[in-house]
């Protein structure tokens, strides 16, 4: 049985919880945890907890906000005025702004509406959480040579 190790893929099912115990997310059998191992897919401590397990073992691992996404950091709280939102987009409390379109790299998320525009908060929504992976181990396929290509964040391209 393989175990876990850099470049391998890890398939898992999983529940994260939040320090009273309420579900915060969790995989279904139709939408598992998927990523390759040592990529930077994975929050690093949770891939180090993982690292050497094998297909069926079941772990639970408790994660700080420093380990985790990070504390909440009110510098990332602020107004956007209304010229710099999205044209011709009702915006509405609890709505997620992407910039940069599906590419962009962070999310805001609309927590107010004021006269002049929105609040928008550019924190994790799991940040300044203590967090706990519930995961169990369903598959640890080997490395594939091009898993490079198919899991690289940035590719370059000539044009």
Request: aromatic share 6%.
């Amino acid at each position: 049985m393989n175990s876990i190790h850099p470049h391998c893929e890890v398939i898992a099912a999983y529940t994260l919880t939040d320090a009273n115990g309420d579900t915060l997310a969790a995989s279904t059998p139709e939408t598992p945890l998927r990523y390759i191992h040592g990529a930077g897919q994975m929050i690093a401590a949770l891939e180090t907890a993982i690292s050497g397990h094998q297909e069926g073992d079941e772990l639970n691992v408790t994660l700080t906000p420093e380990q985790a996404y990070g504390h909440h950091r009110p510098e990332l709280v602020f107004e956007a005025v209304r010229e710099n939102l999205p044209a011709g987009k009702a915006i509405h409390v609890g709505m997620t702004l992407t910039p940069g379109g599906q590419q962009g790299k962070f999310s805001l998320k609309v927590v107010a509406l004021t006269e002049r525009g929105a609040i928008l908060d550019g924190n994790h929504p799991l940040a300044g959480k203590t967090v706990t992976w519930q995961i169990k181990i369903l598959a640890v396929n080997p490395s594939k040579k091009d898993w490079q290509e198919e899991h690289q964040p940035i590719k370059w391209v000539n044009v």
